[in-house]
């Protein structure tokens, strides 16, 4: 699967997530007026610069905390459609080499634990020499999803069946 993609959608997703705690806290910030004494004084001073930023007008909620409301949610569920659609952008690519990808075998170079898990099973991160029909070796990365169980099988050293798109390389194990 072509893992730059997979790999880039996801980091995206943690990116827009952490972001997202900005104008969750200016979502507090907007509601100054509400803390007593000194955030109403607050509000008073930043209204002196932008005016109905912090100071609720004919609604429940200052100007400050309606954006950071809109703002939040919106990047939440950006973040949420990245985090779990990568995944999904990944296994259906991954079909796809499965059903039309040329086989091979392949030896696995290196295995490495993405931390993720999917229904309690590790998505395991891979590197394989893969051997083509004519002989000739390329390097791949993929990733699958195992069982506890399978983990022993999936070790350097071993050898697999894999299928490979011959165009773009991106291969996939077929075991």
Do not use: C
Not at 38 to 61: E, I, N, Y
Not at 138 to 148: P, R
Not at 161 to 167: C, W
């Amino acid at each position: 699967m072509n893992l730059n993609l997979v790999s880039i959608l996801r980091k995206m997703g943690w990116l827009l997530f952490i972001l997202m705690w900005v104008p969750f806290t200016g979502i507090f910030v907007g509601m100054a007026e509400e803390f007593g004494n000194p955030g109403a004084q607050f509000a008073k001073f930043v209204d002196q610069f932008v005016p109905g930023l912090l100071t609720a007008r004919g609604s429940d909620m200052s100007l400050l905390t309606s954006i950071s409301m809109f703002a939040t949610f919106g990047l939440m569920f950006a973040a949420m459609g990245l985090m779990f659609g990568a995944p999904l952008l990944g296994g259906l690519m991954n079909r796809k080499i499965l059903r039309t990808g040329k086989p091979a075998t392949a030896l696995i170079v290196s295995v490495g634990d993405t931390g993720t898990y999917i229904n309690n099973r590790p998505l395991v991160h891979f590197t394989m020499e893969v051997q083509r029909d004519d002989g000739s070796p390329f390097q791949a990365e993929t990733e699958k999803i195992l069982g506890y169980s399978q983990l022993a099988r999936f070790q350097p050293g071993a050898t697999v069946n894999v299928r490979y798109d011959p165009d773009t390389l991106e291969t996939s194990i077929s075991e």
